[in-house]
Each structure stands twice: as structure tokens, then as C-alpha cells.
């Protein structure tokens, strides 16, 4: 059982930088970040696996940042040049898959999100 705990989110200008944090009970192989706008589907935004390797969507490749505290067990996202279409509620995950995939179907474990705005 792995129990996940989220914070960090607020509001930031377009431009600017927030650093999300998730402290983990247990480490399993994948830890990932996740996003949901209202009305929009849930999005993958990074994962870690447990020797460091990191996934990235698209969109957020280069301006985003996945790393682990494994000392804590504390997952972190630290996001740069954040835009208004960034603005969503963010979730930590995990889950025992092999590959660390961007979807939501492969992470059994969530935490109960931080919301993050971005204003223009």
C-alpha cells in the first residue's frame, strides 16, 4: 500500500516557477505527475523510476523537472516557464509497471492533488 501526500501548488505569473512535492510512504518502481484541467481528460506530465530514469510529455520536456528525495521518499516536480495552459490540478502517483508509462491506467496510488494557476 502506498499512501501519497501532495503540496506546493498556488498561483504564479506566466513565466514564473512553482515546485510541487509528494511524500511517499513507500517507493515503488514508478512515481509519476499527472494533470487535470476542468473539463479536460487527465494528462501525464513526468515519471521516475526508481534508479532515475525520467518520461516527460511533450509539452512539458525542457521546461519541467522530475526528481526524487529518495532519502524521504518525497517526489518533486519543479516547473519552469510555466504558461496559463499549465494551469490544472496536479496529482502524484504510483504504481509497479516496468516501463513508467504517461497514462493513468497503470498508477493504483493518488494523492489528492494540488492546484496550480497560471496567470497571464
Known amino acids: 500500500q502506498v499512501q501519497l501526500a501532495e503540496s506546493g501548488g498556488g498561483s504564479v505569473q506566466a513565466g514564473g516557477s512553482l515546485k510541487l512535492s509528494c511524500a511517499a510512504s513507500?517507493?515503488?518502481?514508478?512515481m509519476a505527475w499527472f494533470r487535470q484541467a476542468p473539463g479536460k481528460a487527465r494528462e501525464g506530465v513526468a515519471t521516475?523510476?526508481?534508479?532515475?530514469?525520467?518520461r516527460y510529455a511533450d509539452s512539458m520536456k525542457g521546461r519541467f523537472n522530475i526528481s526524487i528525495d529518495s532519502a524521504k521518499n518525497t517526489l518533486h516536480l519543479q516547473m519552469n516557464s510555466l504558461q496559463p495552459e499549465d494551469t490544472a490540478e496536479y496529482f502524484c502517483?504510483?504504481?509497479?509497471?516496468?516501463?513508467?508509462?504517461?497514462?493513468?491506467?497503470?498508477?493504483?496510488?493518488w494523492g489528492q492533488g494540488t492546484q496550480v494557476t497560471v496567470s497571464s
Open positions: 502517483a504510483a504504481g509497479y509497471g516496468g516501463h513508467c508509462i504517461l497514462y493513468d491506467y497503470d498508477y493504483p496510488f
Open positions: 513507500y517507493r515503488p518502481n514508478c
Open positions: 521516475i523510476d526508481y534508479v532515475g530514469a525520467t
